[in-house]
Structures are given as structure tokens and as C-alpha cells.
């Protein structure tokens, strides 16, 4: 078991017996004589061979392959519980396992399950993460992320050659070759089936005063309570990248996002109003989450490389970023305690992990207990004791800190949750929200005999909704199916109410 070297707290364990699994899914042999088994698609996606697929999904596909070192070679096929299979380890190969497709072709017919964006990559700033490049009669690379996009240089990831090993490298746009063949002759191949996912994040402040959106045309926005009831929207500032979270600190006073750039980048509160916005430090990749602590004085993120990583706000300002430990898988959401010292993530291979300040800086990362499905939400308390995420049966499970100061789990909490659901816990732990796979917004909730629940607690949520509570857990905000921003409350008589609008409509 690893553990943190944290102070010693005594937690309240609300653990009941924790069932985990992988669901197995049949994969066509691909050619393979030897490789033939029925394998599992694994943690990373997607739900069953040549399924619909997300950008996020593609690319930690390709780095299992890369973080598995897994050799080139045109006649030996690869199956195992990450990646599915088998599929050849060459070039076309790697791009079929990373589509998630049913079988691996080849450079020339990998155009007849994708679309041509770009005839010649030479210049084409339009690449996205999971695109192939392609020379129809000879070689394919993956898109994996910019480096600077206005530079044109970027990663990508290959199976290379005879005698080297999967891995990402560095090419440009503006380059005369890529992979020693003139660039020219590569096009932008786009998998007909990525996934469309949709984006709608919110984010509540602790006193559950102020929630924050992004609006439906990108612009960062926020709604208000007063006395006469909710009111808003208005702007705060500047615009959101499309897979952009928004996230308040606890008193919202400050508000953290991605702008349409890749930048990390904040607005703030003052006398005169919201001003910014404002960058804060480093690039975040496709799909990156944000995580801040309650003093809004830390801010995590995924850089464009992979690595956990954070910016920290000095006397004098911004500084960072800097690694605090560890890679995240492509979805992997991010989750601070109230007091910054824990920040826990899911690692390329499903595991849920943490990494942990001392005296001496970040250390870590160290694995917690437990898988987590592709899509799985993850939230901690306040006290950073509990760990919410969903398991790879899609059931709600915890880890927590038990009276050793080690960690113990996963557990059940109760129910299942929603492919995309998020996850949020309120500060004192005892109440844990959610999507089932109905789309209603529901909740486990802890007590004297343990975890209970679900129960529903008012609403449907859209596809890709965000899902915040205040730190009493007594409201609960989300997108519902017509895009408003809406929540459920807890009434005097201590059941609940909703939902209600709020204002304004998200993306």
C-alpha cells in the first residue's frame, strides 16, 4: 500500500465492500494467428473496439504504448488489458490501436475510416491531438499536441522504425521533412468517429453566493445571489478554450480557466469588479482540468507534456509553472484539498494517486488505492481524508485516510455514475454528488452505519455538465438539458428543492 508522509488525522472510515472489475469486450485477431484471445478494451477506452472515441482517449492510448516501450515490428501484434488487440506494431498499427479500431490497417486504407482536413500538413495549423499524419505509401505519425502552435512545432507519437521503440518526438509545421520524408507528402487524416463531447462547466464558492460558467459563446461568466434571489449573468472576463473547466476559488474572488490559446489564465474581484483577464503561467493540454485551493493561492494543471503540474501566486505575483509529480492520463480530472498539500490525479494507467507538499517541496506521486474508468469524475474534502472517483464497473467509490495515516479502499459509496458525471464532494465529507446514467443529479451521503444511497436529489443534467456544491453542501449547480445553468437546494425542512435557473445559458 503507499501512503503519503502527511500530518497523522483520524478520519471517519464509511467503507463497505468494494467490488472492482474490468468489463471484457471481444476484439476481432487482426490477422494475428498467435494473437487471437479476447481481451479487454481496459481503463482507457474506448467502450468496445471501432466505438466512438474522444481526443483524450486517442492520445493515452498511444502512451501506453510508449510508456510500455513497445517495439516496432511489422509481423508481432499486441493485446493487453490497456489497449485491447492485438494490433500490429508498426506505424499503421499504432495509429489503429490508438483510433481504437477494430482490426490495424494500413497507411492507405487508414483514409477509409477518417476524413481529409489537409491534403499537406506544410503549414496547417489546424492539426488537432489524435489527428494522423499520413503518407499514404509509407509512413503515419500521430498529432499529439502543440509546443507552440503560432511556431508551428508540436509532439507526436510513433512506432518509428525497425530496432527503436515507441515514443514522441518534436516536428514542425514549417519544417521540410518530417520522419526524413519531405512534409509535403503527409495529409491530416481525422477519425470519423471521435466522440463529440460538450464542455459545460460551473463552479460554486464556498458561501454558495457566486457561480461561475462558461457562456454560450465561450465568454467567462458568472451569476449571483442576492436578496431578492439568484441574478446574472454577466461577464467577468475574457474568453474560455473549448474543453476549458472554470473554477473559483472560495471566495471567489478569483476565477481559473484556459484561454482559447492553451494559456492558464485568471480573473479577479475588486472593489471596482471583476478585472482581468490575466495569464498566470505554462500551457495546459487538450482536455486539461484545473484544480485551485481554497485560497486560490495554488493552481494545477496538465501541461502539454503530460506532467502534474502548478502555478503558485508570490508577493511579487505569478510564478510557476513547475511539476509537482507524475503524469496525468489524458482525462484526468485534478482535485486540491482546502489546504494545497494534497493533490490527487489518475496516472496513465487508471490508478488513482497523489502527490503531497512538505518542507522540502513536492514529492510524489504515490498510488492511493483503486482504478478509475475512462470519463471518471474525482473530488476530495476539504481535509483531503476522502477520495471520490468512479471505478471501472462505473460504480461511485471512495479511498480514505485511516488512523495510521495510510490509505485505505476503494469502497462503494452507492450508485453508479454517468460515463462523463463528475464528482463533488461537500467540505465536510459527509455528502457526495453526482450524474447517474439516467442524467439525474443524485447523491450518497454518509451516517453512523456508513455510506447511503443513491438518492435523487432533483434534475437532469446535460451531456458534459459541470456539477459544484458550497462547502455546506446544501446547494447543488449544474447544466441542465437546455443548456441553463440550474440547481437543486436543501430546504428548512432539510429535503430537497428544484431545480431552478439560475441565469444564462451555458455552452
Not at 64 to 76: G, K, L, M, R
Not at 281 to 301: E, K, M, N, Y
Amino acid at each position: 500500500m503507499s501512503f503519503t508522509h502527511r500530518r497523522k488525522r483520524g478520519v471517519a472510515m464509511f467503507a463497505a465492500a468494494s467490488l472492482l472489475g474490468a468489463v471484457a469486450a471481444l476484439v476481432p485477431a487482426s490477422g494475428a494467428s498467435a494473437a487471437t484471445a479476447a481481451s479487454s478494451t481496459g481503463t482507457l477506452g474506448p467502450a468496445a473496439p471501432g466505438a466512438a472515441i474522444t481526443q483524450q482517449q486517442i492520445i493515452a492510448r498511444a502512451h501506453d504504448w510508449i510508456n510500455n516501450a513497445v517495439p516496432y515490428s511489422e509481423s508481432a501484434y499486441r493485446q493487453d488489458s490497456a489497449v485491447g488487440g492485438p494490433y500490429r506494431q508498426d506505424c499503421s498499427g499504432f495509429v489503429s490501436m490508438a483510433w481504437g479500431l477494430t482490426t490495424s490497417l494500413v497507411t492507405g486504407t487508414l483514409p477509409s475510416v477518417s476524413t481529409v482536413t489537409a491534403a499537406s500538413i506544410s503549414g496547417d495549423t489546424s492539426l488537432q491531438p489524435g489527428d494522423a499524419l499520413d503518407y499514404t505509401v509509407q509512413h503515419d505519425v500521430l498529432f499529439d499536441s502543440w509546443v507552440s502552435q503560432s511556431a508551428g512545432t508540436f509532439n507526436y507519437d510513433a512506432e518509428h522504425q525497425t530496432g527503436e521503440v515507441a515514443d514522441q518526438r518534436q516536428g514542425s509545421i514549417y519544417a521540410s521533412t518530417l520522419e526524413t520524408f519531405p512534409i509535403s507528402d503527409f495529409e491530416a487524416l481525422r477519425y470519423n468517429n471521435i466522440a463529440t463531447t460538450r464542455t459545460s462547466p460551473v463552479s460554486m464558492d464556498a458561501a454558495s453566493n457566486l457561480v461561475a460558467f462558461v457562456d454560450s459563446n465561450g465568454n467567462v461568466a458568472n451569476d449571483w445571489a442576492g436578496s431578492g434571489g439568484w441574478a446574472g449573468p454577466a461577464l467577468i472576463g475574457g474568453q474560455a478554450r473549448a474543453d476549458s473547466p472554470v473554477v473559483f476559488d472560495a471566495n471567489a474572488d478569483h476565477a481559473y480557466f484556459i484561454d482559447p490559446n492553451g494559456n492558464v489564465a485568471n480573473d479577479w474581484a475588486g472593489s471596482g469588479g471583476w478585472a482581468g483577464p490575466a495569464l498566470i503561467g505554462g500551457q495546459a493540454r487538450p482536455g486539461s482540468p484545473i484544480a485551485t485551493d481554497a485560497g486560490g493561492d495554488l493552481v494545477a494543471f496538465i501541461d502539454t507534456n503530460g506532467n502534474v503540474v502548478n502555478d503558485w501566486h508570490t508577493s511579487s505575483g505569478w510564478a510557476g509553472p513547475a511539476l509537482t509529480g507524475g503524469q496525468a492520463r489524458a482525462d484526468s480530472p485534478l482535485a486540491f484539498d482546502s489546504n494545497s498539500d494534497h493533490l490527487y490525479f489518475i496516472d496513465p494507467n487508471g490508478n488513482v494517486a497523489n502527490d503531497w507538499a512538505g518542507s522540502g517541496g513536492w514529492a510524489g506521486p504515490a498510488l492511493i488505492g483503486g482504478q478509475a474508468r475512462p470519463g471518471s469524475g474525482l473530488s476530495t474534502d476539504a481535509a483531503g481524508n476522502l477520495v471520490a472517483f468512479v471505478d471501472t464497473n462505473g460504480d461511485v467509490a471512495n479511498d480514505w485516510i485511516t488512523g495510521s495515516n495510510t490509505w485505505a479502499g476503494p469502497a462503494l459509496t452507492g450508485g453508479q455514475a454517468r460515463a462523463d458525471s463528475p464528482l463533488a464532494f461537500d467540505n465536510s465529507s459527509d455528502h457526495l454528488y453526482f450524474i447517474d446514467p439516467n442524467g439525474n443529479v443524485a447523491n450518497d451521503w454518509a451516517g453512523s452505519g456508513g455510506w447511503a444511497g443513491p438518492a435523487l436529489i432533483g434534475g437532469q443534467a446535460r451531456p458534459g455538465s459541470g456539477l459544484s456544491t458550497d462547502a455546506a453542501g446544501n446547494l447543488v449547480v449544474f447544466v441542465d438539458t437546455n443548456g441553463d445553468v440550474a440547481n437543486d437546494w436543501i430546504t428548512g425542512s432539510n429535503t430537497w428543492a428544484g431545480p431552478a435557473l439560475l441565469g444564462g445559458t451555458s455552452r
